[in-house]
């Protein structure tokens, strides 16, 4: 699997025209395990694969096995489908987002993952503060349509390629309850929390979206996760055009998660006076 690591954000106070970052192929991490053999072949055909290579970020930094000795990588874990969590993030879920009238009133009075992908500039934390008092005029559309159907398939091979399962839980951060995320897939590998986050577009993209970058900071920062495995299926008139999804890991940004988490409380704090 290739790994992107995105440049550093452009100055905030400047009016993007494209909300995208650079990004650029970095070396895919080894593994040293009995198994190494079958998973440098893997990861080179993915490599071979790649769709998009630019030049301007470093390596991103090299996993460890977990403590369990199983793989998060190339799919080969232990078990396939994930548990409620455990441990200290269990402690912090809120409710299944199944318990849907539940889970929509927690996230009408937080900041979700959604609310963090459009917080960019000052306009859009009013834009935020005022869908939150006064509800949003967006209710979906084809396209979004299109991606509930096809998300459940490819969950399907993203618990068979990578072992990370569907996530279903409405999770607080450890640092305000307000903060919450409900990322796609999580899997919990020894110590370490890992994500994933689908897409489904019709457009093929050369960047990641940058409102998509930011929604994956936020997820990583209310979980405690280091990386996302990213992953998208392209489409033209909703007809599926490649064999399988393509993905990519994203490390964790705390810079980036750090002026989100300030653009937030700024969101709260304008609905308290409100």
């Known amino acids: 699997m290739v790994v992107f690591r995105p440049a550093p954000d452009e100055a905030l106070s400047s009016t993007r025209t494209d909300d ?23 990861l080179r055909a993915l490599s071979e694969r790649a769709s998009f290579t630019v030049s301007e970020t470093m390596p991103a930094s090299e996993p460890t096995a977990p403590a369990s000795g199983t793989l998060w990588r190339a799919g080969l874990v232990d078990e396939l489908l994930n548990p409620r969590p455990t441990g200290e993030l269990a402690a912090r879920v809120v409710c299944a987002d199944s318990d849907r009238e539940e889970w929509l009133r ?6 979700t993952a959604t609310d963090a992908a459009r917080l960019a500039t000052p306009a859009s934390v009013r834009a935020v503060v005022n869908d939150k008092l006064y509800g949003g005029s967006f209710t979906g559309n084809a396209f979004t ?21 569907s996530c279903g ?16 897939g999580l899997a919990q590998r020894g110590g370490e929390a890992l994500l994933a986050e689908i897409k489904t577009t019709n457009k093929s993209w050369a960047k990641i979206p940058r409102n998509y970058l930011r929604q994956i900071y936020w997820q990583q920062y209310v979980v405690g996760a280091e990386r996302t495995l ?42 308290a006076l409100s």
Do not use: C, M
């Open 20 to 42: 995208y970052a650079p990004l650029a192929l970095a070396a895919p991490p080894s593994v040293t395990n009995a198994a190494t053999e079958e998973i440098e072949a893997s």
């Open 106 to 111: 927690h996230r009408k009075v937080g900041i």
């Open 145 to 165: 349509e299109y991606g509930k159907k096809r998300e459940p398939e490819i969950q399907k091979w993203v618990r068979e390629q990578h072992g990370i399962g």
């Open 169 to 184: 839980f409405l999770i607080r951060s450890a640092e305000n309850p307000r903060h919450l995320a409900t990322p796609d």
């Open 230 to 271: 990213f992953v998208w299926e392209h489409h033209k008139n909703f007809v599926v055009q490649d064999p399988e999804p393509r993905a990519v890991w994203i490390e964790r940004d705390d810079a980036e998660i750090a002026r989100l988490v300030g653009l937030a409380n700024e969101v709260l704090e304008r609905l």
